[in-house]
């Protein structure tokens, strides 16, 4: 059973940076392609951006274009997400979890991590 373990969220101020980690066991994780998702309060999860199997393809919404950057290390099963020039409504709980392509972007794990939460200050 897949386990995903989200961390290196918390607050900051406009501006400012972080960088997120999902630690993934329990699969050959270097056979997905992997996404970051958020979900702001009383908002339904998005998706934030996604990295092949490789590394070597990513696919980013318009909204983080230019400031996020996901990248992976499949030796250590764990994808990250660079977080620079944060903006107050960036604001959410970052989740990570398997996609079936950067195309479709289709979750495939039914089990998501417990998230971490990113606060960002005016």
């Known amino acids: 059973q897949v386990q995903l373990v989200e961390s290196g969220g918390g607050l900051v101020q406009a501006g400012g940076s972080l960088r997120l980690s999902c630690a993934a066991s329990?699969?050959?994780?270097?056979?997905?392609?992997m996404g970051w998702f958020r979900q702001a309060p009383g908002k339904e999860r998005e998706f934030v951006a996604g990295i092949s199997r490789t590394g070597a393809g990513t696919y980013y919404e318009d909204s983080v274009k230019g400031r996020f950057t996901i990248s992976r290390d499949n030796a250590k099963n764990t994808v990250y997400l660079q977080m620079n020039s944060l903006k107050p409504e960036d604001t959410a709980v970052y989740y990570c979890?398997?996609?079936?392509?950067?195309?479709?972007?289709?979750?495939?794990?039914?089990?998501w991590g417990q998230g971490t939460q990113v606060t960002v200050s005016s």
């Open positions: 329990g699969r050959t994780f270097r056979s997905y392609a």
């Open positions: 979890n398997a996609v079936n392509n950067l195309l479709q972007r289709i979750v495939l794990f039914g089990s």
